[in-house]
């Protein structure tokens, strides 16, 4: 028997829509969701939001997706996280992910090296501020006290504290593995049901190496859900975004999204609209992404085929759907997700 699906929202609190992003996860909430993502890229920080949300929630799970890894100390992660877990009743979620060379150096003059290493030290770090033992490691990238200094390996004032679960956001397949092996749960992007195992035949390697099996991890992915009954009239829009992820989401170097898709066997788009991108040609990037690569990254169209989508969503072993809702206002974006939420049921009604 299939697994019922849940459900998840990425919020964005920007400084204009702060209190309007806070009400719609509230009455998300209401409609059942199961998840909301505070995301963190060069704008508000993943943590604040989140701590206000709580105090407007009682029920749904609330994490980062993504605090960037390196830009805290390993041992303040594991802090905030225990402490988050604290305020919100158990129901925190430490979401972290590597970021890119671009915001990492550009924004926080860090070198982004070692990115995969240094994401695993820092869990593991964190995992032992939350037992409750003397944070003493030794790694590749952080060594705990600090060598050749007065500090002492130090316990936290918190005490043992419940283990906060942690989702890894990985795009490459070395992070993809870590993921497997040491995460409960994976946010995918760039990810189509249709080509699920580009990513999942690594997380599974990392799984086996752990002596576990993808059963053991959350698997949460998805995209924009938009209702029309002319399909092809909800293609056009999408297109800019996906060429923005292919051409800007990284350098002409480094950009993890692009290689996913060219797993996912969109090579020579891929490449060409990254290339046109950076040489200015956004117009032509965008019109360079195919209709089926929207379709297959998105939940889009009619009922009956938003839930077919749902179905290959929930038939290629994706465990909680992750969605965008369109609409015109908060008012829009809440009867989509409205929608949404009874085809879901529907589906899992079918399980």
């Known amino acids: 028997m299939a697994r019922k699906l849940s459900t998840a929202i990425q919020v964005g609190f920007g400084r204009e829509n702060w209190e309007r992003a806070v009400d719609f996860v509230v009455e998300a909430e209401k409609l059942g969701v199961g998840y909301a993502w505070s995301a963190e890229a060069w704008g508000s920080d993943g943590i604040s939001p989140l701590a206000y949300v709580a105090a407007r929630t009682s029920k749904i799970k609330l994490g980062t997706g993504i605090l960037q890894a390196g830009t805290r100390t390993p041992a303040l992660i594991g802090m ?29 003059g860090i070198p982004f090296k070692m990115a995969v ?42 005490g043992q504290t419940e283990p906060v679960p942690v989702y890894l956001a990985t795009l490459s397949p070395k992070s993809l593995a870590l993921t497997g092996e040491i995460a409960d749960g994976w946010l995918g992007t760039s990810f189509m049901p249709e080509h699920a195992d580009a990513f999942f035949d690594y997380l599974r390697k ?39 992820t292919l051409g800007a989401m990284g350098s002409r170097k480094q950009n993890f999204y692009n290689r996913a898709f060219q797993r996912a066997g969109y090579e020579e788009v891929a490449q060409e609209a990254q290339r046109r991108w950076l040489d200015g040609d956004r117009q032509g990037a965008a019109e360079l992404v195919p209709d089926e690569m929207v379709a297959q990254t998105n939940l889009l169209g009619t009922d009956y085929t938003v839930k077919d989508r749902i179905r290959a969503y929930r038939d290629c072993g994706i465990t909680t759907i992750r969605v965008d809702p369109d609409g015109e206002g908060m008012s829009g974006k809440l009867e989509t997700l409205g929608r949404f939420m009874r085809l879901l049921d529907e589906v899992n009604a079918e399980a």
Not at 87 to 103: A, D, K, M, N
Not at 121 to 132: D, F, L, P, T, Y
């Open 80 to 108: 905030t996280a225990a402490t988050m877990a604290a305020l919100t009743g158990g129901r925190f979620i430490l979401g972290l992910g590597t970021s890119g060379p671009q915001v990492i150096e550009g924004f926080h």
């Open 117 to 158: 290493t240094r994401m695993r030290e820092i869990v593991e770090i964190a995992r032992i501020v939350q037992s409750g033992e003397k944070v003493s490691y030794s790694g590749k990238v952080y060594e705990l006290p600090l060598p050749g200094g007065e500090g002492k390996a130090i316990r936290s004032a918190m």
């Open 206 to 244: 990392g799984a086996d190496k752990a002596g576990r099996s993808l059963d053991d991890i959350d698997l949460q992915a998805g995209g924009v859900v938009a209702f029309s009954d002319d399909v092809e009239s909800l293609y056009a829009p999408r297109k800019p975004g996906l060429a923005f």
